[in-house]
């Protein structure tokens, strides 16, 4: 599969959604307000993941392609709201900064090693735009003002997830099977699940299994903050039960 955004296109939107991000932050009634997306954290915590993740990303692509472990940091996000403003929109500068020096297709470390996302630049600035867009979604649903995925980020999305998240040369330990994923904008994927692991391709045919939807909408079901019936499946929902349970490391 291929993405569907340019480089520079990436960056950008990496920026677009930090600021959005940096909206709710600056919106909030309380910085202690708990995100329902994510239940174990509130609204400053989840700040603290953002900030801390893109500062150690950064480091991670300035490391160059020999790096062998994710960068560490002694990022620490300040307690007052201003600094932490301050603090969020200089670690997107950062990262985008260190994306922009490294360019593209320059080799950097991942933790998709077997999937079918290279290990470049270009593929982490996919997976930053996509963390950043989810997260920024939490941060706007806490603060009761959720907004739906931007169009382009939503569709790239789709194909990054299944490309980094679902591609594996893991054994699948079910019987063989395929899935189609349809995005009501006019995209299709298919994963062919088997002993040789997830392979995402066009699909093509009729599959044993399906899910349509809005790109938006399959986006926030990947990363579970929508249910399972938010999107229309037909072939019935044991395997994608299956495929939410599947670890393919362990």
């Given at each position: ?208 299994s399906s899910a349509t939807g809005a790109a938006r909408d399959l986006v926030l079901w990947f990363y579970g903050r929508i249910p399972l019936d938010s999107v229309k499946l037909d072939g019935g929902r044991e395997v994608f039960d299956r495929l939410v349970a599947w670890d393919p490391g362990a």
């Amino acid at each position: 599969m291929h993405d569907l955004l340019a480089f520079p296109d990436l960056l950008r939107l990496i920026e677009d959604r930090s600021t959005a991000f940096r909206a709710a932050i600056a919106s909030a009634p309380s910085l202690d307000v708990q995100v329902p997306t994510c239940p174990e954290w509130t609204l400053f915590e989840l700040a603290e993941h953002i900030g801390e993740g893109r500062v150690a990303w950064a480091a991670t692509v300035a490391a160059g392609p020999d790096a062998t472990a994710k960068a560490t940091t002694d990022a620490t996000a300040p307690a007052d709201r201003e600094a932490l403003l301050e603090w969020l929109a200089d670690s997107t500068r950062q990262l985008v900064d260190a994306l922009r020096e490294a360019g593209p297709d320059r080799g950097c470390w991942t933790w998709w090693g077997d999937s079918q996302s290279p290990r470049t630049c270009r593929a982490v600035a996919r997976h930053q735009l996509q963390q950043m867009a989810v997260h920024t979604y939490d941060a706007q649903l806490a603060v009761g003002a959720a907004q739906p995925l931007p169009d382009d980020i939503a569709l790239d999305g789709v194909d990054e997830f299944l490309t980094t998240c679902v591609s594996t040369t893991s054994p699948w330990p079910h019987e063989p099977t395929t899935v189609d994923y349809h995005a009501t904008e006019g995209r299709s994927w298919r994963v062919q699940l088997s002993a040789e692991g997830a392979r995402i391709t066009a699909a093509t045919g009729d599959a044993d299994s399906s899910a349509t939807g809005a790109a938006r909408d399959l986006v926030l079901w990947f990363y579970g903050r929508i249910p399972l019936d938010s999107v229309k499946l037909d072939g019935g929902r044991e395997v994608f039960d299956r495929l939410v349970a599947w670890d393919p490391g362990a």
